[in-house]
């Protein structure tokens, strides 16, 4: 176990829509990362958050947003919601820029 | 940009020994991790390597060759519960944005 959670564990959405995801960081892990996780692929990133401030973005467009919180969890908002988008959704949590980071089990998020 | 070259099977015998490699093309690199994904679960970390050189860390080690943008995974004394998926990482110059590899899925036969 991590101490990293993540919320809801599966979800059904429909094109166009919008979804939120959250996760739950380890008590004092103030970074945290997103990633996106096609079937039968490597995670990729999506973007940093460090201390509640967006740290780096990968190539994703702007309707993939996030949020960090005090409390040491966050959000993934994606809008306008494709069928590609359908994947599993990681975040991973570390303190600072340690190299190790700490997996949540993911959110599987299906697109019809 | 960057990007990772790992294969994409590997099939190992019980109590045997194998190697997953990684060769990797960056614009930045500030070291390689190792990271192990069963079925449905969650990427656990196994190793990471900021210096050329073997790190070993029980059964698993893991080598770099920053020269050669080169990298492996050595598994050693397979067990069953080895069975999983392997990706390699690489940490972009601001040390923590992973980049990931496509996964290696090693299957280990009785």
């Known amino acids: 176990e991590t101490g990293v959670t993540q919320s809801p564990t599966h979800l059904i959405k429909t094109r166009g829509q919008q979804v939120t995801l959250r996760c739950s960081s380890q008590?004092?892990?103030?970074?945290v990362s997103w990633y996106q996780q096609a079937l039968g692929q490597g995670p990729q990133f999506i973007f940093q958050?460090?201390?509640?401030?967006?740290?780096g973005r990968g190539n994703f467009p702007p309707r993939f947003s996030g949020l960090q919180f005090p409390n040491y969890s966050s959000e993934l908002n994606v809008n306008a919601l494709e069928l590609d988008d359908s994947a599993l959704y990681l975040c991973?949590?570390?303190?600072?820029?340690?190299?190790?980071?700490?997996f949540g089990p993911g959110t599987r998020l299906t697109v019809t | 940009g960057q990007s990772l070259e790992q294969p994409s099977e590997v099939t190992a015998v019980e109590g045997a020994i194998v190697q997953i490699n990684c060769t990797y093309q960056?614009?930045?690199?500030?070291?390689l991790s190792w990271y192990q994904q069963h079925d449905g679960g969650a990427p656990t970390f196994l190793s990471y390597?900021?210096?050329?050189g073997l790190e070993e860390t029980g059964r698993f080690s893991s080598f770099l060759s920053r020269s050669d943008s080169y990298g492996y995974l050595l598994l050693q004394e397979l067990q069953m519960k080895d069975s999983a998926s392997y990706f390699c990482?690489?940490?972009?110059?601001?040390?923590?944005?992973?980049?990931f590899g496509g996964g290696t899925r090693l299957m280990v036969k009785p």
């Open positions: 991973a949590s570390t303190q600072g820029q340690h190299y190790e980071q700490y």
């Open positions: 008590s004092g892990h103030n970074t």
């Open positions: 958050y460090y201390r509640e401030e967006e740290n």
């Open positions: 960056t614009s930045g690199f500030y070291g």
């Open positions: 390597n900021a210096l050329d």
């Open positions: 990482a690489v940490h972009n110059n601001a040390g923590n944005m992973l980049t």
